[in-house]
Nanobody
């Protein structure tokens, strides 16, 4: 089976930084596109950042210039570096990944992590 585990969340003051990690484990042949989402209380889930298998990235307007998504294919891990954090960045952050489990089967399935909480407050 495949597992995604997010880590790195916590409490930070406005203007501070956090780095979230999304680590994939299990039966993995290749990881394709990975997304970071967030969901604040009472709000819809929002796509924050995307990184493709070739390293192309895209960001929500609300985080562009402050957040950076990157990946370490050797570690099956994707990172979200969050700088200049604002109270409105407070949310549960989730990663999702398209994963091909076997070289013998081209099908890609989408997996989700359990989330990590980020609170930006003084």
């Amino acid at each position: 089976q495949v597992q995604l585990v997010e880590s790195g969340g916590g409490l930070v003051q406005p203007g501070g930084s956090l780095r979230l990690s999304c680590a994939a484990s299990g039966s993995i042949f290749r990881i394709y596109t990975v997304d970071w989402y967030r969901q604040a209380p009472g709000k819809q889930r929002e796509l924050v950042a995307t990184i493709t298998s070739t390293g192309s990235t895209n960001y929500a307007d609300s985080v562009r210039g402050r957040f950076t998504i990157s990946r370490d294919n050797g570690k099956n891990t994707v990172y979200l570096q969050m700088n200049s954090l604002k109270p409105e960045d407070t949310a549960d952050y989730y990663c999702s990944a398209e994963i091909q489990k076997s070289i013998f089967y081209p099908r890609k399935d989408t997996y989700w992590g359990q989330g990590t909480q980020v609170t930006v407050s003084s």
